[in-house]
């Protein structure tokens, strides 16, 4: 499984590979060697996942990885529908419970509450436990619009005060959720969620990032090409000291 390129932009390293396939497992391969050097070094390790089928071949790998003490790693997720029936099977929740969080033996499992009475209150919540648990690892993607979990360009700040926040989604963002094939029509998509911001999921240690597909290579391009700036969130990945962009050949697509 060896690169088809490897290359630094900033301080993001970039690796590509022949297919998804190959970039999942190679990820995948890759945390998990990470996993299990930070849990040589501490009890506990807190990992933050991201619900798309972007991660699908990730995710399916990182579940058979041989040698990894699940029962010391804590599990969040990044982001969460707002206002969809509690269990339906387009939840971020529900996404990750199906492809790792029932599949492996967690020590404890977050979830964000999408129908909490009171979302401020349940965004505290969520970010309290993140600073009791503050987060070693993020495993996410890039979406069309080069959001980072579900801080779109409108909605993205590099300096959030706030480490969780209720944001209304754009119709990018929603669109891209119908070409993921979760929704059948942008009408049936929620039209706000709650996510972590960009200070949230930057504090971690170390980020893994799978990006496969043709219809990234457009925010692919924009993420390594482009000025860091909220006007496209991904570029801010190219700031942080110990972040790992993966792609496969098609999403690499746009890059010289």
């Not at 399916?60 to 707002?82: P, T, V």
Request: proline content about 6%; aromatic content about 10%.
């Amino acid at each position: 499984m060896n690169e088809v390129r490897k290359y630094k932009v900033d301080q993001l390293q970039v690796k590509t590979y022949a297919t998804r396939l190959e970039m999942g497992k190679h990820a995948a391969h890759e945390a998990a060697k990470k996993i299990k050097e930070l849990l040589s070094t501490q009890d506990m390790v807190n990992i933050i996942f991201a619900a798309a089928p972007s991660q699908n071949e990730f995710l399916s790998s990182l579940c058979m990885q041989e040698g990894i003490d699940w029962r010391r790693i804590n599990a969040f997720h990044m982001d969460e529908y707002m206002g969809l029936a509690p269990n339906a099977p387009a939840l971020f929740g529900q996404f990750l419970k199906e492809r790792i969080f029932d599949k492996v033996p967690f020590n404890q499992v977050h979830y964000i509450n999408g129908n909490a009475d009171d979302p401020a209150l349940e965004c505290k919540r969520y970010e309290e436990l993140l600073k009791k648990f503050p987060a070693d690892i993020v495993c996410m993607g890039i979406g069309e619009n080069t959001h980072i979990a579900f801080n779109d360009p409108h909605v993205a700040d590099f300096n959030d005060p706030q480490w969780l926040k209720e944001v209304v989604l754009d119709d990018m963002s929603r669109q891209q959720q119908v070409h993921d094939g979760c929704f059948k029509h942008i009408d049936e998509v929620p039209v706000s969620a709650i996510t972590l911001t960009v200070p949230a999921l930057f504090q971690a240690k170390y980020i893994f990032c799978m990006v496969p597909g043709l219809h990234k290579a457009p925010a692919v391009y924009h993420s390594l090409q482009e000025p860091v700036s909220e006007q496209y969130p991904s570029t801010i990945l190219r700031k942080h000291p110990n972040a790992t962009l993966y792609l496969d050949i098609d999403s690499a697509s746009g890059l010289h």
